[in-house]
């Protein structure tokens, strides 16, 4: 047992750490008791100290013995509580010391064996009554918290390989399954998993167990495997949703909050190729010429590992016991992963491999087809290749008290990426007539794209317009002036107010450079999405749609 002069050295040396605590306390009011707790609950943990009539005056200063005034007390009241109150007695070790004449207490809690986990305070039950050592705090405990004390060496399968007893293997579907051996196939050519039987695969990747002879689902089974029907029957929010959202804040203008929304519901390897897809889509892009090209690339300002990387991490590592999707929110100036269930390691430690995996066959499988990268470097690959891009440092945020893990990728200035700009770039209102315009660069069309614009003295309908802006801006982004010229509109104000403007409402059309509408180096992308009353009907639709 260590001494009090030996703690509060290293209290002034590096702070509380998970090991050590110390407190001004005279009495074993709730805050000790929630520490003697976390202490005997964090896993791999060891136990820890609590240092009792010690504080310091303020952040920054030293820690310095204030004394507690009856030792005998507090140390009878914290053994009598540490007996009784607890679902369990727990006999933390305790002993009085001086230091600078003032009397100290020093308690070593245990960390309890594995079967006596968890710890919890009976009058409040679990999981609120019991708690976690998370860096320095201490942190009452979620339902993930409760399985994450009992998951480190558990012999049994963890959560996504329980059976689902209410599911037969008619329920998955083949095409999730074909994708599984497409990728697998494009990783491995010589897998020896591609000459299983299906049944046998699914058996293999821990998807389907028997029972009573009876191959049936897995959790993780359904959740890669299952038909759209089958999980909304199962697991109604086991979803992935897109939503774009107007401007940089979740509810800056409730009337038009969003711009549209797309909702997966499929086995996770097609719902990650599908919302994957919508990301990239809709990511402005940047051009850069690789060394020895003759022609440049472009690529999005995201780099495409990362937002992949993080959609994989927010898929496999959810919570599917709560009912909430998971969430890929796309800001003006951002992008947010957000998934049910908070981090199971402190954020500090993120990055670090280890043994915290909540659903451990959905990652193995995730991982086969290189989606995933290997046991905890998913997070250090993001860092990584964001630092690479010269992109803002990626962010993590575990909200306990929500439940939910969010990762933020915030978009680079679109300057620093963008090629120089002229001395003097054209404002919209300079060519009023349009007749001194640069021309677009309309040799870079297709032949037959150019065979569709308007002639000279036609006049195409609204809806025929907004299609070939479409068509246009999924070539190349434009800029308003390069559009009106090729659609034959004269006027350019009113074109950008009838047409662009509105599209990007409805989200048929992006800003290159977000938040900036009139920069004068604006131009338009086409976006994949469409508006959202559109798509949740359409979804509605595949859903009622026979299998």
């Not at 986990?117 to 976690?132: C, D, I, S």
Request: with cysteine; aromatic share 6%; charged share 25%.
């Amino acid at each position: 047992m260590r001494s009090a002069t030996e703690l509060l050295r290293e209290l002034n040396s590096v702070d509380e750490s998970p090991g050590i605590e110390a407190k001004r306390a005279s009495a074993a009011g709730k805050s000790v008791l929630e520490t003697v707790i976390a202490f005997a609950n964090e896993p791999a943990l060891g136990g820890g100290y609590l240092l009792l009539g010690v504080e310091r005056a303020g952040p920054g200063q030293a820690y310095h013995a204030v004394g507690v005034t009856d030792p005998d007390k507090l140390q009878s009241d914290l053994a009598s509580q540490c007996a009784s109150q607890r679902n369990q007695p727990l006999r933390p070790r305790m002993r009085v010391e001086s230091i600078d004449g003032r009397a100290v207490l020093v308690v070593f809690v245990a960390e309890v064996a594995l079967g006596d986990k968890p710890v919890y305070l009976r009058a409040t039950g679990l999981p609120r009554g019991a708690f976690r050592r998370i860096g320095s705090t201490d942190q009452r405990c979620t339902d993930d918290d409760l399985w994450a004390l009992r998951r480190i060496d558990e012999p049994q399968p963890g959560f996504d390989a329980k059976v689902v007893e209410d599911c037969s293997l008619d329920e998955l579907d083949p095409d999730a399954v074909a994708e599984y051996r497409r990728l697998r196939r494009l990783v491995n050519p010589q897998a020896e998993e591609l000459g299983y039987s299906d049944d046998d695969l699914l058996e293999a990747l821990l998807a389907a167990r028997r029972v009573g002879g009876v191959l049936k689902p897995t959790v993780a089974g359904v959740l890669l495997f299952g038909r759209p029907l089958t999980l909304r029957r199962l697991f109604p929010t086991a979803e992935v949703s897109y939503v774009r959202v107007v401007g940089t804040e979740w509810v800056a203008d409730p009337e038009r909050r969003f711009a549209a929304t797309l909702d997966v519901r499929k086995g996770a390897l097609l719902a990650f190729r599908q919302i994957a897809a919508a990301i990239e889509d809709d990511l402005p892009r940047g051009f850069y010429l690789p060394p020895g090209a003759m022609q440049s690339l472009q690529e999005p300002l995201v780099p495409r590992q990362a937002f992949r990387e993080a959609l994989a991490n927010a898929i496999i590592h959810r919570s599917y016991r709560f009912n909430q999707p998971t969430m890929v929110v796309r800001y003006s100036d951002r992008i947010e992963f957000i998934n049910t269930g908070c981090s199971l390691k402190p954020v500090a430690e993120l990055g670090r491999t280890g043994p915290a995996q909540r659903n451990p066959v959905l990652a193995a499988v995730f991982r086969d087809v290189e989606i995933a990268e290997a046991k905890g470097s998913g997070i250090r690959t993001i860092r990584r290749v964001c630092e690479a891009h010269g992109c803002p440092a990626p962010e993590f945020e575990s909200r306990r008290e929500a439940g939910t893990f969010v990762t933020v990728l915030r978009l680079p200035v679109i300057e620093a990426v963008i090629a120089p700009m002229p001395a003097h770039v054209p404002e919209p209102g300079d060519y009023p007539d349009q007749s001194h315009q640069p021309e677009p660069d309309s040799h870079q069309l297709p032949p037959d794209l150019l065979a569709q614009l308007p002639k000279p003295g036609t006049r195409p309908s609204r809806a025929r317009i907004r299609e070939l802006i479409i068509l246009l801006c999924r070539q190349t982004p434009l800029s308003a002036a390069e559009l009106a010229r090729l659609l034959g509109r004269r006027e350019q104000k009113p074109f950008v107010r009838d047409y662009l403007t509105p599209m990007v409402r409805e989200a048929l059309l992006t800003y290159v450079i977000p938040d900036q509408a009139s920069h004068p180096a604006q131009r338009y992308a086409a976006s994949h999405l469409q508006p959202a009353a559109t798509i949740a009907a359409e979804a509605e639709q595949s859903v009622l749609r026979p299998e």
